[in-house]
């Protein structure tokens, strides 16, 4: 019997189908290297993922603060919608971080979605949707986390592993690179970052046994400048920590799916890398397993690594080590934190990966031990086929992908908690490209469980906690103004005192939140804005509220408008 396959064609343009205008502002033109390494001091926009290279999601807007955050309420709601059959066996999930050049919003959604946005009233300026296979593999989630926007370009990286540059004017494709295998499993989900003339990407894709990568290329051509594995193949410093003997590196994981911070006095990317593959049988992968679960210093020139620190050796509970590196500077020394989902808080000296101090941040953990020297000692594991083993916190870890910030005023971090445990059950499994590659059956908690916003000194003392019934799976967001913005996966949105962590105000947005809030200025008034919509992973953090409604706003508030000013 013979096959004949008919060529799909051209996919259709979904900006011809609306009567957006598909006309902004030339405002990224102007956006370059020297801009973003002073973002923080426009604090009237969000030029970069987490609002500066630092990480800190810290903004110097202070007209929102605790005395007026009690009138804020919504300016404008934005309702992205869902259209035609989402790709991936999977749910999906409003998670970008949005981006403010001077008054124009730039904001992506799941399935190859991105929208530029008049960011002071919400309508919609042009719109992009990319043509995403509906058979790609995808681990947790249809989500994107974000774009880039620099020289007239807003950069972004799609589900099937494609790096696309949009014209910041119009949102027509520019250029569009792959930048993995789709195939074998690796896919695109985070914020590209961008730093002097290149844009900077990271795979996705570990629970499928791919080896994770970084990648650089031209802003303007799209050319490709470098690619750095984040596994060693046999006789790279760091490969005896895999078996001698066959190809478990070749599909070892450590994929750097979230978007990395940059100093540019130290000339590093400081990156976390993911679970080595499979995530829960360690028999077939003995040895360390560099550099997975860790934090990489890589040089942004020649796409080099520069120094390592792994927080979960030889990982059996997929405790990834993605999460933000947030640099700050205290003593005259340049220091970074990073909360691990293992459930420690680390402190290291950014210049040359030297542990300064390791403590816990969540009540339960009983997986392991780490000692305040950053002596690891596993405890529980799944470790004989089909022998269930209970273990805290679970694989979503301690606090998931969503991030903390950091307020240099306060000097107090703010940490989004999860404390929820699972049981793994081992179940060996061959690999085969492009089929998941877990190596257990995970079943998460669905009682017992509950979250906070909590904040510590750079020292891990804790200075005071905002308890919440569910586990906190979204990002904070802290300003000037003395508050600390959280969502909640019920739906509330939350203003905090940060000094001592009271509530002062909140808002029910008709979803669970797990994206990340950011704020702006436009003639000098002052929004909060936060994607609101539930999904992704959620039998991974919290299975209990796997029917809860999807949402898809995007939500800006503000204080109201003084009279004659509308």
Same mark, same amino acid.
């Given at each position: 019997?013979?096959?004949?396959?008919?060529?799909?064609g051209?996919?259709i343009?979904?900006?011809?189908l609306?009567?957006? $205008?598909?006309n902004?502002?030339?405002v990224?033109?102007?956006?370059?290297y020297?801009?973003?390494l002073d +973002?923080?001091?426009?604090?009237?926009n969000?030029?970069?993922?987490?609002? +500066?290279?630092?990480?800190?999601r810290?903004?110097?807007l202070?007209?929102?603060?605790?005395?007026?955050?009690?009138?804020? =309420?919504?300016a404008?709601?934005?309702?992205a919608?869902a #259209?035609?059959?989402? #790709?991936?066996?999977?749910?999906?999930?409003?998670?970008?971080?949005p981006?403010?050049?001077?008054?124009?919003?730039?904001?992506?959604g799941?399935?190859?979605?991105?929208?530029a946005?008049d +960011?002071?009233?919400?309508?919609?300026?042009w719109?992009y949707k990319?043509?995403?296979?509906?058979?790609?593999?995808?681990?947790c989630?249809?989500?994107?986390?974000?774009?880039?926007?620099?020289?007239?370009?807003?950069?972004?990286?799609?589900?099937? #592993?494609?790096?696309? #540059?949009l014209?910041?004017?119009?949102?027509e494709?520019?250029?569009?690179k792959t930048?993995?295998?789709?195939?074998?499993g690796?896919?695109g989900?985070?914020?590209?970052?961008?730093?002097?003339?290149?844009?900077?990407? =990271?795979?996705?894709g570990g629970?499928?046994?791919?080896?994770g990568?970084?990648?650089a290329?031209?802003?303007? *051509?799209?050319?490709?400048?470098?690619?750095c594995?984040?596994?060693?193949?046999?006789?790279?410093?760091?490969?005896?920590?895999?078996?001698?003997?066959?190809?478990?590196?070749?599909?070892g994981g &450590?994929?750097?799916w979230?978007?990395?911070?940059?100093?540019?006095?130290?000339?590093?990317?400081?990156?976390?890398?993911?679970?080595?593959? $499979?995530?829960?049988?360690?028999?077939?992968?003995?040895?360390?397993?560099?550099?997975?679960?860790s934090i990489v210093?890589?040089d942004?020139?020649? =796409?080099?690594?520069q120094?390592?620190?792994q927080?979960?050796?030889?990982d059996?509970?997929?405790?990834?080590?993605?999460?933000?590196?947030?640099?700050?500077?205290?003593g005259?020394?340049k220091?970074?934190g990073?909360?691990?989902?293992?459930?420690?808080?680390?402190?290291?000296?950014?210049?040359?990966?030297?542990?300064?101090?390791?403590?816990?941040?969540?009540?339960?953990?009983d997986w392991?031990?780490?000692?305040?020297?950053?002596?690891?000692?596993?405890?529980?594991?799944?470790?004989?086929?089909?022998?269930?083993?209970h273990?805290?916190?679970?694989?979503?870890?301690a606090?998931?992908?969503t991030?903390?910030?950091?307020?240099?005023?306060?000097?107090?971090?703010?940490v989004?908690v999860?404390d929820?445990g699972?049981?793994a059950?081992?179940?060996?499994?061959?690999?085969?490209?492009?089929i998941p590659?877990? =190596? &257990?059956?995970?079943?998460?908690?669905?009682?017992?469980?509950?979250?906070?916003? *909590?904040?510590?000194?750079s020292? %891990?003392n804790?200075?005071?906690?905002?308890?919440?019934t569910l586990?906190?799976?979204?990002?904070?967001?802290?300003? &000037?103004g003395?508050?600390?913005?959280?969502?909640?996966?019920?739906?509330?949105?939350v203003?905090?005192?940060?000094?001592?962590?009271?509530?002062?105000?909140?808002?029910?947005?008709?979803?669970?939140?797990? %994206?990340?809030?950011?704020?702006y200025?436009?003639?000098?008034?002052?929004?909060v804005?936060?994607?609101?919509?539930?999904g992704?992973?959620?039998?991974?953090?919290?299975?209990?509220?796997?029917g809860? %409604?999807?949402?898809?706003?995007?939500?800006a508030?503000?204080?109201?408008?003084? $009279?004659?000013t509308?």
């Amino acid at each position: 019997m013979t096959l004949e396959y008919v060529d799909a064609g051209e996919a259709i343009d979904h900006g011809t189908l609306s009567a957006v $205008p598909r006309n902004a502002p030339d405002v990224g033109f102007r956006v370059g290297y020297d801009r973003l390494l002073d +973002a923080r001091s426009e604090s009237h926009n969000w030029l970069t993922y987490y609002g +500066a290279y630092d990480g800190q999601r810290y903004s110097l807007l202070d007209q929102i603060n605790t005395e007026t955050v009690k009138g804020m =309420g919504p300016a404008w709601i934005f309702q992205a919608g869902a #259209a035609g059959m989402i #790709a991936g066996a999977s749910t999906y999930a409003f998670e970008a971080t949005p981006l403010v050049v001077d008054g124009v919003m730039y904001v992506s959604g799941w399935d190859g979605w991105v929208w530029a946005l008049d +960011a002071k009233t919400g309508d919609q300026m042009w719109r992009y949707k990319h043509a995403v296979p509906y058979d790609v593999s995808l681990c947790c989630g249809n989500v994107n986390r974000g774009v880039a926007v620099a020289k007239g370009k807003v950069f972004c990286v799609m589900p099937n #592993a494609h790096l696309l #540059a949009l014209d910041a004017v119009t949102g027509e494709r520019v250029w569009d690179k792959t930048i993995g295998d789709v195939r074998a499993g690796e896919s695109g989900t985070m914020a590209p970052l961008v730093v002097k003339d290149m844009v900077i990407t =990271g795979s996705s894709g570990g629970e499928f046994g791919v080896r994770g990568h970084m990648d650089a290329f031209d802003l303007e *051509s799209g050319q490709h400048r470098w690619r750095c594995y984040m596994v060693p193949k046999p006789g790279e410093p760091g490969s005896e920590t895999w078996p001698a003997d066959g190809e478990a590196w070749a599909r070892g994981g &450590a994929n750097p799916w979230i978007t990395a911070t940059f100093d540019q006095d130290t000339n590093l990317l400081y990156v976390g890398t993911g679970n080595p593959a $499979p995530d829960f049988d360690g028999a077939v992968r003995e040895g360390d397993n560099l550099y997975t679960d860790s934090i990489v210093a890589v040089d942004v020139d020649q =796409g080099t690594i520069q120094w390592h620190y792994q927080c979960t050796p030889h990982d059996v509970w997929d405790y990834d080590s993605t999460m933000e590196n947030i640099l700050f500077d205290q003593g005259g020394r340049k220091m970074l934190g990073h909360f691990d989902k293992n459930g420690y808080f680390f402190v290291l000296d950014r210049t040359n990966g030297e542990l300064v101090s390791v403590t816990p941040y969540v009540d339960r953990i009983d997986w392991g031990t780490i000692t305040r020297d950053g002596k690891v000692t596993p405890r529980k594991y799944p470790d004989a086929e089909g022998e269930p083993v209970h273990f805290y916190p679970g694989p979503a870890g301690a606090k998931e992908w969503t991030h903390a910030a950091y307020n240099p005023e306060t000097e107090l971090f703010y940490v989004p908690v999860q404390d929820v445990g699972a049981t793994a059950t081992r179940r060996r499994r061959e690999f085969r490209e492009g089929i998941p590659y877990w =190596g &257990a059956g995970v079943q998460v908690d669905a009682d017992d469980m509950n979250g906070s916003i *909590s904040a510590f000194d750079s020292e %891990g003392n804790e200075k005071w906690r905002w308890r919440n019934t569910l586990p906190m799976c979204s990002s904070v967001l802290t300003t &000037a103004g003395n508050l600390v913005f959280a969502g909640t996966p019920s739906g509330e949105f939350v203003a905090l005192d940060a000094r001592n962590g009271e509530k002062l105000w909140q808002f029910q947005c008709g979803s669970g939140h797990h %994206g990340s809030p950011m704020t702006y200025s436009v003639d000098g008034r002052q929004y909060v804005a936060v994607p609101v919509g539930w999904g992704g992973w959620i039998e991974g953090f919290l299975p209990g509220m796997l029917g809860a %409604g999807h949402g898809s706003a995007l939500i800006a508030f503000a204080l109201p408008e003084e $009279p004659g000013t509308r």
